[in-house]
């Protein structure tokens, strides 16, 4: 009897495998569910003033005075979502230039795109409403909230990394990421005065961080603070990596780290044989898998986090 493909399963199987770009989705997820959870509470015990209470605690002020009663926000906000249609478009985004960006790149390169440009916006948000004087009278009731400037950096970033790669867009065509890119920073420029102006500027903030990110990867032209691993405790690692010995009939070889490319290499090809898996799901279902393409699967759901 054929099988009908069911089209959750590649969606079930993407959040199975708890990779980086997931757990970030799921993130943002759980927080908007919490605040629509708080928002239902609010509305039993006839508090009206539930957006004020959520936005004060998580979102980000433009004012450095209330920042510095509540640093954290400059984290929070970028997962804090209180509107259906924001979280939707931020994470559908997300999902469509994460999948591209981990093509490429790996799950820690991700995740620092995502929160220092998350943080870059954050800041230039805050700087242009501290800068500029049209700004002053709604200095210390602007909110800044959301992952539009994480996603950003991540559009920008693998958009002057792959600038060839292209997309199906509907009644468009074909086009490539570069382009769209550049048309979302042009955008952004100009929609400033037309309103949501610390918006634009947090998703300026965060393209400016995905593109200066590259340029690092790319060229070197920055200082080494944020590389290919994550941190002192990864260059730790490698020492330590470099310093691991194998033994084999009485002689001591000194095994090599895998390099930028060998490593790039290596996602690209099982990426692409997890994509043929995933379109041989939606076309058969998970049954029709064989044996060594479902251990494929567990074994790669269990390094992608």
């Known amino acids: 009897m054929n099988q009908y493909p069911n089209p959750f399963d590649g969606v079930k199987l993407f959040f199975r495998q708890r990779s980086v770009l997931s757990t970030l989705i799921l993130i943002n997820a759980g927080v908007w569910i919490l605040s629509m959870i708080v928002w239902v509470v609010f509305f039993l015990f006839s508090q009206a003033n539930y957006d004020s ?17 509540k ?17 939707l ?16 790149l790996n799950p820690r390169q ?10 870059s916006g954050g800041l230039l948000y805050i700087l242009a409403f501290n800068l500029f004087p049209v700004f002053l009278p709604q200095l210390n009731s602007s909110l800044a909230l959301g992952a539009s400037a994480s996603v950003m950096a991540i559009v920008m970033a693998i958009s002057f990394y792959v600038p060839n790669y292209t997309i199906q867009l509907l009644f468009v065509g074909r086009v490539k990421i570069i382009y769209l890119a550049l048309v979302l920073f ?9 309103g949501n102006s610390g918006g634009h500027f947090a998703h300026i903030g965060g ?13 070197g032209y920055l200082p080494h603070l944020i590389g290919t691993s994550w941190g002192w405790p990864d260059k730790l690692k490698n020492v330590f990596h470099r310093q691991r010995k194998k033994t084999t009939n009485n002689y001591t070889y000194y095994s090599r780290p895998k390099t930028d490319d060998e490593y790039n290499l290596e996602k690209s090809e099982k990426q692409q044989k997890t994509d043929s898996i995933l379109e041989k799901i939606s076309k058969g279902g998970y049954d029709s898998l064989t044996k060594e393409e ?11 986090n």
């Open 110 to 119: 991700l995740l620092v795109t995502y929160f220092f440009g998350g943080i």
């Open 71 to 87: 640093p954290w926000t400059l984290f929070t906000y970028m997962f804090l979502h209180l509107d259906f249609f924001h979280i």
């Open 53 to 69: 209470w959520i936005l004060n605690f998580l979102a980000l002020p433009a004012s450095i005075g209330l920042l510095s009663l």
């Open 186 to 194: 042009i955008f952004d420029f100009f929609a400033i005065p037309a």
């Open 294 to 304: 479902k251990a494929f699967l567990f074994r790669t759901s269990g390094k992608n």
């Open 89 to 104: 478009f931020n994470m559908l985004w997300l999902f469509w230039f994460g999948r591209i960006f981990l093509e490429y």
């Open 207 to 219: 393209a400016l961080w995905g593109f200066l990110y590259v340029l690092y990867l790319r060229k």
